[in-house]
């Protein structure tokens, strides 16, 4: 190990075992052709000065499983590729899917820094030309990438200017009268000890409940469950772009957060998708006679369980990113892979009411909010590194993703359109291959969009985009429930209650 490399962190290490080897995938789309010349003087600008994208991934011979990261020369030749394609192919949609597929079966090659780029110059459904961004997610977890890539660019409305990003809104607390006598001291000290046992026991449940989870306690079998090697089964990559303000209109009038409004939308969706399949199942087994209960083809009690990835670290700021890249400066400690896992359990059950899925996901947020489990899980994972090693700790990490059914996140964009290396972008379409898992859900907002990305095991889900089609006709069910119902604020029912 040489004196000027930087050791790679406990879970960068792990991502290099061969049953967790994970790589993102970003499709961006614009709304122009690309220059492809033009292109490649924005990343030798911006991303090329970034540490880890002109580093190597070396490891230590004197000590298997060590990994560290070696600055080196980067020739842009190598990591940026455009094919020669037909701009008036028949059915260009199909064919960014196909090749963006077939790349997920192409390992990355650690002679080099650990990315790639495919320029496919091909007008789809959302965009006038495709990018493909192919990353080893041991560089950086997916909150820190979209930051970088945000660094990366500029507002369309003011091109000097560094995009603007979504912020925590604290919330105001009421004044309240001053109750500083000794009823008011034991009431505060009542509250704090009962806030405390409740962290102390949801930590405790959840724990005990992740542990079963390595064991032995697997979710049901269904139609979108993998089985043991589904991390290497072939993967469909297909997104859905919705409207944000459906979903700022849900999350409103409900009072709750916008991922609340996404863990209620895909359990709706999935519920949709599930009941359609068990159905048409249960129609081929009766050999094509009519089911007169087709609504209610869903079994009873599914376990259905998402595992969500927690980013422990402050997400980097853009204009801290920026710095670097221009001054080539070192990360120091604000950049790597500081996860953890906890698990949410889903319902998949019909529900007359559908603004049910939404309260339900409101309610198993809250209650994950008062658990340390992240924590927990990060901390033991860090010591099972440690004590038994990577090969271990990735068995143990792959046992927790293979006995749960899919994996969902949700990640925050630039609050207005922005130009990226370059060329106007149209939207951002994030994805992960390589979990353990058949079905990967991730949702991205950019400007007013909303974009549903799915990862799909090809064998298992074979059109996703069936399963886009629930997720959006289960967005568009709530919105109309809820502005049906009067709870929009300004609308004409809400006045008259």
């Given at each position: 190990m040489s004196l000027n490399d930087e050791p790679a962190s406990p879970t960068a290490r792990l991502m290099q075992a061969p049953s967790f080897n994970l790589c993102i995938?970003?499709?961006l789309g614009y709304s122009t052709k690309i220059d492809v010349n033009l292109?490649?003087?924005?990343?030798?600008?911006?991303?090329?000065k970034h540490p880890r994208f002109s580093s190597l991934l070396v490891v230590n011979d004197k000590k298997p499983g060590k990994y560290s990261w070696r600055r080196t020369k980067v020739d842009l030749e190598n990591h940026v590729y455009v094919p020669d394609l037909d701009p008036d192919m028949e059915n260009p949609d199909e064919f960014v899917e196909d090749f963006t597929s077939g790349l997920s079966r192409i390992p990355l090659d650690y002679a080099k820094p650990l990315w790639e780029v495919h320029i496919l110059n091909v007008k789809t459904s959302d965009a006038n030309s495709v990018v493909i961004f192919k990353v080893h997610h041991s560089m950086g977890d997916g909150v820190s990438m979209i930051s970088l890539v945000l660094a990366c660019s500029k507002k369309l409305s003011d091109p000097e200017s560094l995009p603007v990003m979504p912020s925590k809104k604290r919330k105001q607390k009421q004044k309240q009268k001053p109750n500083s006598g000794l009823v008011g001291l034991m009431k505060r000290l009542f509250v704090s000890v009962w806030i405390i046992l409740v962290v102390i026991f949801n930590t405790l449940i959840d724990s005990a409940l992740f542990l079963a989870t390595i064991l032995?306690?697997?979710?049901?079998?269904?139609?979108?469950?993998?089985?043991?090697?589904?991390?290497?089964?072939?993967?469909?990559?297909?997104?859905?772009?919705v409207s944000l303000d459906d979903v700022q209109l849900v999350k409103n009038a409900m009072n709750v957060s916008i991922n609340d409004v996404v863990l209620g939308v895909a359990e709706a969706g999935l519920t949709r998708y599930l009941n359609r399949t068990y159905d048409a199942a249960q129609k081929h087994r009766e050999n094509g006679a009519q089911v007169m209960k087709k609504t209610r083809a869903l079994p009873r009690h599914l376990r259905l369980r998402s595992a969500v990835i927690f980013n422990l670290r402050p997400t980097p700021a853009i204009e801290d990113l920026a710095e670097i890249m221009e001054k080539e400066k070192e990360l120091?400690?604000?950049?790597?892979?500081?996860?953890?896992?906890?698990?949410?359990p889903m319902t998949i059950a019909l529900q007359d009411d559908?603004?049910?899925?939404?309260?339900?996901?409101?309610?198993?947020?809250?209650?994950?909010?008062?658990?340390?489990?992240?924590?927990?899980?990060?901390?033991?994972?860090?010591?099972?590194?440690?004590?038994?090693?990577i090969k271990t700790a990735a068995a143990v990490t792959s046992a927790v993703f293979r006995n749960t059914t899919f994996g969902i996140s949700n990640v925050a964009g630039p609050l207005e359109e922005i130009s990226l290396f370059g060329h106007p972008l149209c939207y951002i379409a994030p994805s992960v291959h390589g979990f353990p898992h058949a079905l990967i859900i991730h949702c991205q907002t950019y400007a007013n969009k909303l974009i549903i990305c799915l990862a799909a095991d090809e064998n298992l889900i074979p059109n996703p985009h069936e399963l886009c089609d629930d997720l959006q006709k289960s967005l568009q069910i709530i919105k109309e429930t809820v502005i049906k119902r009067g709870l929009v604020k300004g609308s004409p029912l809400c006045e008259t209650v």
């Open positions: 995938f970003a499709l292109f490649k003087k924005c990343l030798e600008q911006t991303l090329l032995f306690l697997k979710d049901s079998k269904t139609p979108i469950k993998g089985g043991r090697r589904v991390d290497r089964a072939p993967k469909r990559f297909v997104h859905r772009i120091n400690g604000m950049w790597g892979n500081l996860v953890a896992v906890v698990l949410l559908p603004l049910k899925y939404v309260r339900r996901a409101k309610a198993t947020m809250d209650r994950k909010k008062l658990s340390l489990e992240s924590k927990v899980v990060f901390t033991g994972l860090k010591l099972l590194i440690k004590l038994f090693g």
